[in-house]
C-alpha cells in the first residue's frame, strides 16, 4: 500500500495567494483528517470527514480555509488569501474506522512570504 | 485547559534507562487512545495502541487509567534510537482523533 499521500512537499508562496495542498487517502479508509502542525500549538485538527461528508470543521480558523472531498480518493485544502501566520507543516491522515488509529502523509511545508 | 495534555519534556534518559510519561484527557468519554512516535521534520508514526487491560509492545508498555482519565508510556532499556517527540491520541467518539503536544525524549550515550 501506497500510504497517504501528500503534494505538493513543499510550497512557499507570497501573501495574499491562494494555496491548495491535495491529499489521497489510503484506499478503503472513510475517515480523511486534515492537521496542521507548529512550533507554538502543537498539531490541530482542521476538519475531518467520513465518507466524504465533512463531520467537524470546528478547527478551520477562518473563512479562509476550506477543505473538499470530492471522492473516496481525493482531497484539498485551500487557503485564499494565504498570510504568514499560516505557515506550518499541513498533515492529511486516514482512518478505516470510528475508533481505529489514523496513518499520515508526510506532510506540506508551508511558508508565506 | 486543553482537551488533551503532556509535559513537553524534555526527558533525558541515559541509554540502558526507564523513562515513563503520561498524557491526561478531559473528556471521560474519549473511546479509544494511541501513541505516536514523531521523528524531526517528519510525520507522526503509530507506536501502539492503548487497551483498557495495559498493553506491551516489546520494550514499549501502555497503560489506560479511566477513572484519573490518564494514558501512560513506559519505555524500558532506552536506546538512542528512541530519542523523539512522543504524541498522545485521543478518539473523541465519532472518529474524531486529538493529540496532545508531544513529549520529547532525548537518549543519551
Known amino acids: 500500500d501506497a500510504g497517504v499521500i501528500q503534494s505538493p512537499r513543499h510550497e512557499v508562496t507570497e501573501m495574499g495567494q491562494e494555496v491548495t495542498l491535495r491529499c489521497k487517502p489510503i484506499?478503503?479508509?472513510?475517515?480523511l483528517f486534515w492537521y496542521r502542525q507548529t512550533m507554538m500549538r502543537g498539531l490541530e485538527l482542521l476538519i475531518y470527514?467520513?465518507?466524504?461528508?465533512?463531520?467537524?470543521d470546528s478547527g478551520m480558523p477562518e473563512d479562509r480555509f476550506s477543505a473538499k472531498m470530492p471522492n473516496a480518493s481525493f482531497s484539498t485544502l485551500k487557503i485564499q488569501p494565504s498570510e504568514p501566520r499560516d505557515s506550518a507543516v499541513y498533515f492529511c491522515?486516514?482512518?478505516?474506522?470510528?475508533?481505529?488509529?489514523?496513518?499520515f502523509g508526510q506532510g506540506t511545508r508551508l511558508t508565506v512570504v | 485547559r486543553k482537551e488533551v495534555e503532556q509535559d513537553p519534556g524534555p526527558f533525558n534518559v541515559p541509554e540502558g534507562a526507564t523513562v515513563a510519561f503520561n498524557c491526561t484527557y478531559s473528556?471521560?468519554?474519549?473511546?479509544?487512545f494511541f501513541w505516536y512516535r514523531q521523528d524531526c521534520r517528519k510525520e507522526p508514526k503509530l507506536l501502539m495502541s492503548?487497551?483498557?487491560s495495559g498493553n506491551e509492545d516489546g520494550r514499549f508498555t501502555a497503560q489506560l487509567n479511566r477513572a484519573s482519565q490518564y494514558i501512560s508510556l513506559l519505555i524500558r532499556d532506552s536506546k538512542l534510537s528512541d530519542s523523539a517527540t512522543y504524541l498522545c491520541?485521543?478518539?473523541?467518539?465519532?472518529?474524531?482523533?486529538?493529540f496532545g503536544a508531544g513529549t520529547q525524549v532525548v537518549v543519551t550515550p
Open positions: 470527514f467520513n465518507n466524504n461528508v465533512p463531520i467537524d
Open positions: 491520541a485521543v478518539n473523541k467518539g465519532w472518529g474524531k482523533l486529538q
Open positions: 491522515a486516514s482512518s478505516s474506522g470510528i475508533n481505529t488509529e489514523a496513518f
Open positions: 484506499s478503503g479508509h472513510d475517515y
Open positions: 473528556n471521560s468519554a474519549s473511546q479509544s
Open positions: 492503548v487497551y483498557s
